[in-house]
Nanobody, 130 residues
């Protein structure tokens, strides 16, 4: 069983920055593909970014955050981070980190689909004021 705990959310003005952290339990963290999703009130859960570790590692970003958000991971600390810069009011949502243990081939084609992630954190609220 893998447990994920997010932290770092909060209230920030538009144009500001936040860094979210997701601490994972388990000894196989380095093998997990990790993703960040977000869900705004009344909307479906939305893919934000993913990071797998196969073949040297690959990252995928949603167009809406490309150039503003950066994912990173520290396998020694079992932690993945989401650095969010130039925040906009439309970034307001509950942010979730997720871990996938799916095969690399399957994951690489479906990294943006919530259902392929096997473990989820409880979420952390990010609110961006205008």
């Amino acid at each position: 069983q893998v447990q994920l705990v997010e932290s770092g959310g909060g209230l920030v003005q538009a144009g500001g920055s936040l860094r979210l952290s997701c601490a994972a339990s388990g000894r196989s963290f380095s093998t997990y593909a990790m993703g960040w999703f977000r869900q705004a009130p009344g909307k479906e859960r939305e893919f934000v970014v993913s990071y797998n570790t196969w073949g040297g590692g690959s990252t995928y970003y949603a167009d809406s955050v490309k150039g503003r958000f950066t994912i990173s991971r520290d396998n020694a600390k079992n932690t993945v981070y989401l650095q969010m810069n130039s925040l906009k009011p439309e970034d307001t949502a509950v942010y979730y980190c997720a871990a996938s243990v799916q095969s690399p081939r399957y994951y690489s084609s479906n990294y943006y689909v919530p259902n392929i992630y096997d473990y989820w954190g409880q979420g952390t609220q990010v609110t961006v004021s205008s």
